[in-house]
């Protein structure tokens, strides 16, 4: 967001900049007028924190928020752009890239079960997603959903590993456009990257075409919203009509042998793949942040959501067989498997259309990817989490200008150095994290309303929601430590069982959804959180090390800034509505609660 500022010219007149930023645009609120205020915010930390850590936003609060956008996103999208925007967003780097390389390495020809797996659980987290955006159409998405439902400091952790994840997964499907285009001339996969020996190994591979890729995407997505829809339409057709090719082509050149052995990896193998493989589905939520310019959310955002992963997920498995039918897993290449796989049955020609369908899915991943984050970074600042010059929203385009410009260039400045293999592995920690959150959040949104549900309700929700954490951890930590043992889960799943029977039976659900819910709650939430949880347990080592080192990063940025900005920002929201801190059953005093759905009601004090 510029500020406009007048500048005297020779002749009298006056001419003005449009690109001057002063720090009202990055920090305009009371903690940042003075550096004494700021010592003073410093000095109220622990307050401010406990106060904003047991702060619940709602919805209304939410939708207020797109008015510190200064303009409205244009409402231009429908259900069929939501289904093609949804394909677009996921079918790319990992179906081409990833496939190749879990089943050479890890799973062999059951890399099908391993998208199975991994299909599943993304379709659960679908189903919640769609739930919260209807309710909620904002551009915010799972940020928006947390920050409602769980409150404003996991919400802000939530947000910065959604940041991440959509840098991390952008920079890898720009390097693989690179290996992709270099098959398509005709040369190695790793032809047009250039080696730094004085950088660390798995970061001195640069990609110059990458960055590139990167600045041409940005420039589309600023341009348009619905031209981005059209542009991938066009991409995402010519896509499909490559992988019908791939399918049938392959299965001619089929042979049953290559099937054996079929889990030469054990079921450990396959779970391991399953966890990267997620990888594969990362995107989708892409589509929930298009809640606040889709024209009918309730009909729309479900069949978008919905149809676009059924689509996907079998799409994936089709392509998963294929190609382990077409060769031994041992001989998969793990940087443009398919392209090479029919190049090694004697069909060179057809490596061609590979690599320009793989071209195609992957502009459509990095241009949803494109608007997606922008989205979300935009309904983040508008929070004052991050700063506000964030969410500025252009008139002339109404696209997010300086989101979607600041995240391009993170995601190109990764690209050019990091190799995929970290960049996947990252990747699906913080989804899966994302993921199991936004399910937690679902059955709190059901269960839990203040001044609807009793004190001794909340406290078995509370009771039985640790117990589906606590089981579904321990089963993942199990799995994870222990080769061949089993007596741990004669334990962990009963425990997971009677807590989701527990939700199911003894508390009441307190808030029905008013146009489109997730069906069998509290199973299919509970469901979710295990598997996400589960698939977490499959990552290695070395991907949580660089997950802690984010969230501590984060977590320094809160509280420094984030958190100051975010409370000054509530209380005038509060003030300007007339409301009262909502602070849930914070302090035992009688507060105001507000909600789209449920009257204002006082939280009693007592039982």
Same mark, same amino acid.
């Given at each position: ?5 007048e ?9 003005r900049r449009?690109?001057?930023c002063? +720090? ?8 940042? =007028? ?11 930390t ?25 303009h409205?996103?244009? +409402?231009?999208?429908?259900?069929w ?12 780097a990992?179906?081409?890239? /990833? ?10 020809p059951?890399?099908?079960?391993s998208?199975?797996v ?7 987290s ?32 939530a ?27 005709? #040369? ?8 730094a ?6 970061y ?34 010519i ?16 042979d049953?042998?290559?099937y ?5 990896f054990?079921?450990?193998?396959? #779970? ?8 594969a589905y990362?995107?989708?939520d ?28 079998t ?6 067989i294929?190609?382990? /039918? ?11 498997? #398919? ?5 090694a ?7 061609y ?29 508008r ?5 506000p ?12 200008v ?11 400045i ?25 399910? /937690?959040a679902?059955?709190?949104?059901r ?5 609807v ?9 509370i ?6 954490l ?13 080769e ?13 069982f009677s ?6 039976? #003894? ?6 959804? +008013?146009?489109?819910?997730?069906p069998?709650?509290?199973? /299919? ?15 290695? =080592?070395?991907?949580f ?18 958190l ?24 035992g ?16 004090s007592?039982?």
């Open positions: 967001m510029g500020i406009e500022s500048v005297p010219e020779s002749g009298g007149g006056i001419r449009n690109c001057v002063t +720090k009202d645009d990055f920090l305009p609120e009371e903690s940042f =007028k003075s550096w004494g205020n700021y010592a003073n915010a410093l000095r109220q622990p307050t401010r924190l406990i106060e904003r850590a047991l702060t619940r936003s709602n919805d209304e609060a939410e939708l207020e928020a797109k008015s510190r956008s200064h409205e996103m244009k +409402k231009t999208l429908t259900w752009d939501l289904i093609w925007f949804g394909m677009g967003a996921v079918i790319g990992g179906i081409f890239v /990833l496939t190749g390389l879990e089943a050479s390495q890890d799973a062999g059951a890399v099908v079960l998208y199975a991994s299909g599943v659980s993304a379709l659960l679908v189903f919640c997603y769609t739930e919260f955006a209807v309710e909620i159409p904002v551009a915010g998405g799972s940020f928006a959903y947390l920050r409602v439902e769980l409150g404003d400091f996991v919400a802000f952790i947000a910065g590993n959604i940041l991440l994840e959509y840098v991390i997964g952008g920079a890898a499907v720009a390097r693989s456009w690179t290996s992709y285009f270099a098959t398509l001339l005709n #040369f190695k996969p790793d032809k047009f990257l250039i080696t020996h004085g950088l660390a190994k798995g001195n591979q640069l990609d110059p075409i990458a960055v590139a890729v990167c600045f041409i995407i940005c420039i589309i997505a600023i341009r348009s919203t619905k031209g981005s829809s059209r542009l991938n339409y066009v991409a995402s057709i896509h499909i009509v490559v992988i019908v090719f791939i399918i049938i082509c392959g299965l001619i050149k089929a049953t042998k290559n054996t052995p079929f889990t030469p054990g079921a450990r193998g396959i #779970f391991k793949a399953s966890a990267v493989l997620f990888f990362v995107g989708f892409a589509v929930s942040t298009m809640a606040e310019e889709t024209k009918d959310p309730a009909r729309d955002i479900p069949i978008g959501l919905v149809g676009s992963m059924v689509i996907t997920t799409v994936y498995c089709l392509l998963a294929t190609l382990c /039918l077409m060769q031994p897993y041992q001989s998969i290449d793990p940087n443009a498997p #398919f392209s090479v796989a029919f190049k049955v004697g069909w060179s020609w057809a490596q259309i590979v690599a320009a369908g793989a071209l195609k899915g992957m502009t459509s991943v990095l241009l949803v990817g494109a608007v997606g984050q922008a989205r979300y970074l935009t309904h983040i600042a929070t004052h989490m991050m700063p010059w964030f969410s500025y929203v252009d008139e002339k385009t109404g696209t997010p300086n989101a979607t410009a600041v995240m391009m260039s993170a995601t190109a990764i690209a050019f150095f990091t190799k995929l293999e970290i960049l996947s592995n990252l990747l699906s920690i913080s989804t899966l994290f994302i993921f199991m959150l936004v399910a /937690l679902l059955l709190v949104r269960y839990y309303v203040s001044g549900t009793t004190n001794a309700n909340r406290n078995k929700l009771i039985c929601l640790l117990l589906i606590g089981s579904s951890i321990a089963t993942a930590a199990y799995w994870g430590l222990s061949k043992g089993w007596i741990a889960y004669c334990f962990t799943l009963p425990i997971w807590a989701t029977a527990g939700i199911c039976i #003894f508390i009441p659900q307190a808030r029905n959804p +008013k146009l489109w819910g997730v069998l709650v509290p199973w /299919l939430p509970s469901l979710s959180i295990a598997i996400n949880i589960f698939l977490l347990g499959s990552i290695d =080592k070395d991907s090390i660089r997950f802690a080192g984010w969230t501590g990063f984060l977590l320094a940025y809160y509280f420094f800034f984030g100051h900005a975010s409370y000054d920002t509530a209380k005038e929201f509060e003030k300007s509505k007339g409301w009262k801190n909502n602070i849930e059953e914070g302090n005093t009688s507060n105001v609660v507000v909600s789209k759905d449920v009257p204002i009601a006082p939280v009693a007592g039982n």
